[in-house]
Structure formats: structure tokens, C-alpha cells
Nanobody
Framework: QVQLVESGGGLVQAGGSLRLSCAAS????????MGWYRQAPGKQREWVAV???????NYADSVKGRFTISRDNAKNTVYLQMNSLKPEDTAVYYC???????????WGQGTQLTVSS
């Protein structure tokens, strides 16, 4: 069973920075895509950033230029560096790992980010 554990959330002032981490219980090489999603109160979960096994990244327009997703294969960890944070970034951030063969999509328990104005 794949386990993903997020950490690094907290309270930060607008304009500040924070880095989230997602540690996987096994090798992240087995996943085709890993990503970060977020869910704000009263809203649907939305994707934030993804990174493929080949290192290709993609970002939601709302975070492009401010957030950076990266991976450390040796540590089986994916990171989300968040800069120039805004109050609208406040949400629970979830890590996701997905693979095609065998098919699977796994979620972490989430970590809360609160950005104060």
C-alpha cells in the first residue's frame, strides 16, 4: 500500500514563502505523475502543479511563476516551493501519486496552508 505524507504547511503572511514536502513510502520512480492539489473551504479540489517521471512540470495559471514543483528521487520526496503567497492560496494541500501500470492514484492526508493578509 502506497503512503504519502505531506508536511510543511502552516501560517504565513502574504508575500511570504513556504515549502511543502510529500514523502512516499516507496520509490517514486514507479509513478508516472506526481502532483499537488488544493482544496479551499467550500470549493472543489483543484490541481496546482504536476511533475512527470521524466521531470516535465506543469502549473495552474493561478500559481505559475510563484510555485515550483520538484522531486528528489533519492529521498522519494516531492516538493512544492511556494513564493509570493496570497490569501487566496489558503487551502488544504494534497499530494497525489499516479501511475498507469498497474493503474493507481494515491492521496496523502493533506496539510493546511493559511496565508494571512
Amino acid at each position: 500500500q502506497v503512503q504519502l505524507v505531506e508536511s510543511g504547511g502552516g501560517l504565513v503572511q502574504a508575500g511570504g514563502s513556504l515549502r511543502l514536502s510529500c514523502a512516499a513510502s516507496g520509490s517514486i520512480f514507479s509513478f508516472d505523475v506526481m502532483g499537488w492539489y488544493r482544496q479551499a473551504p467550500g470549493k472543489q479540489r483543484e490541481w496546482v502543479a504536476v511533475i512527470t517521471s521524466g521531470g516535465t512540470t506543469n502549473y495552474a495559471d493561478s500559481v505559475k511563476g510563484r510555485f515550483t514543483i520538484s522531486r528528489d528521487n533519492a529521498k522519494n520526496t516531492v516538493y512544492l516551493q511556494m513564493n509570493s503567497l496570497k490569501p487566496e492560496d489558503t487551502a488544504v494541500y494534497y499530494c497525489n501519486a499516479a501511475r498507469v501500470t498497474p493503474w493507481g492514484s494515491f492521496w496523502g492526508q493533506g496539510t493546511q496552508l493559511t496565508v494571512s493578509s
